[in-house]
């Protein structure tokens, strides 16, 4: 088989594989999480999505200056009689959670501080490997009234593999084009959800105290699925992540025990209008792309042996020979080891450093890498 062929298998295994038949795709559960999970098959998820009570122990209300109550989680959902109760479900949702998680899965957790410590020590005892924790910096938080703590800015988010030998998915280049060209770093500073985006029950009211905005869930399902894969949220409630999901093309399931919140994220998902095709391509991370060898750019004719190669300043040149290594000064070898040599260097990237001239532009090889790739899309 020549060189083609073998990329373009390399293609198509990274290709999100159909999901199971048995799933409830596009669908909400409505029953307690672990039981639902439950029945699911196992490793049948791509990514599982969590947002669980935060155990939040308030005591009272809390008021405003001028007097108003403060809309405040104060759910049944939320209260545990202890820690130990709360430590017993955490442990029961992760481990079923960790069960439908396909080998190279992630999980998504989000929390305060009430909960996010115990839930991070549950997720590494039941074998999950932590990968980042992500501090969602809330750009318009809910001021501290009474005065007596610091104003309470974020959240954590804690992003773990499976296991420690998951070969889990991070779209790295599209997280930093989405990121003006720079590395994605761990703390993200997005709004609240306000505004014509929290959903409001029938009397105009906040459906749910806990709403997470969409940008996100859009940021973390971009960052780490890709279109078809299947996003499991334990926790739905008006149905956020369903609601991007949708609108990435990725396949969702929601489980949610309140009838109300349900009613409202039906409502919003099926209003929910999915990115045209042609706009949820994202940038493969070089990681993700199948290893083209420098001679493939020989093979198919985009680069002729005898050609000369320059760097981008035309300080130094190499001719290309038959057999894909370079030539220059009497020492010949990969691109790579070439590149080193002119500079003095300990390493090069020879993709890079190495330009060629079209319609008299100079431009890195590695642009002649990608067009060989996207002829094999």
């Known amino acids: 088989m020549g060189v083609l062929g073998r990329v373009d298998t390399a293609v198509k295994s990274r290709q999100s594989a159909a999901p199971s038949p048995d799933l409830p795709l596009e669908q909400i559960l409505q029953d307690d999480c672990v039981k639902a999970m439950a029945r699911l098959p196992d490793a049948s998820v791509d990514m599982v999505f969590a ?3 935060y155990n939040l122990q308030l005591g009272g209300d809390l008021f ?3 007097g108003s109550r403060v809309d405040a ?3 049944d959902w939320d ?10 479900f955490t442990r029961a949702w992760l481990r079923e959670a960790r069960r439908i998680l396909k080998p190279n899965g992630t999980l998504w957790v989000i929390g305060s501080y009430h909960n996010i410590f115990r839930v991070g020590a549950a997720l590494q005892d039941a074998g999950y490997w932590i990968l980042n924790d992500i501090i969602w910096r809330k750009s318009n938080p809910m001021p501290n009234f009474r005065g007596t703590r610091f104003t309470n800015a974020h959240e954590t988010l804690i992003w773990a593999s499976r296991s420690e030998d998951s070969r889990y998915t991070f779209n790295y280049r599209a997280m930093k084009a989405l990121n003006d060209e720079l590395q994605m770093r761990s703390d993200w500073v997005i709004p609240i959800c306000a505004g014509a985006e929290r959903a409001r029950d029938g009397e105009g009211a906040k459906a ?3 709403q997470k905005p969409e940008a996100l869930l859009y940021r973390v399902l971009l960052a780490c699925t890709n279109k078809g894969d299947v996003v499991l949220d334990p926790f739905f409630g008006t149905g956020t992540t369903g ?5 990435l093309g990725r396949h969702w399931i929601g489980i949610e025990r309140e009838t109300r919140y349900i009613k409202v994220a039906r409502e919003r998902i099926e209003s929910t209008l999915e990115l045209d095709e042609s706009a949820m391509k994202v940038m ?3 990681a993700t792309q199948p290893k083209v060898p420098f001679g493939a750019m020989i093979e198919s004719g985009l680069i002729v042996p005898g050609s000369l190669m320059t760097d981008s300043k035309r300080r130094w040149q190499a001719r290309v020979l038959a057999d894909a290594t370079l030539e220059h000064g009497g020492q010949q070898g990969s ?3 070439i590149g080193a040599a002119v500079q003095g260097a300990p390493s090069c990237n020879g993709w890079t450093f190495w330009h060629v001239e079209e319609a008299g532009t100079l431009m890195p090889i590695d642009t002649l890498r990608q067009r060989y790739l996207a002829n094999l899309a």
């Open 51 to 53: 947002d669980p009570p």
């Open 64 to 66: 405003r200056p001028e």
């Open 73 to 75: 989680v104060d759910d």
């Open 79 to 88: 209260k545990f009689d202890t820690f130990e109760a709360y430590d017993a």
């Open 208 to 210: 749910h105290p806990t």
């Open 243 to 247: 609601a991007v999901a949708r609108r």
């Open 284 to 286: 493969a991370s070089r």
């Open 335 to 337: 691109i790579h080891k």
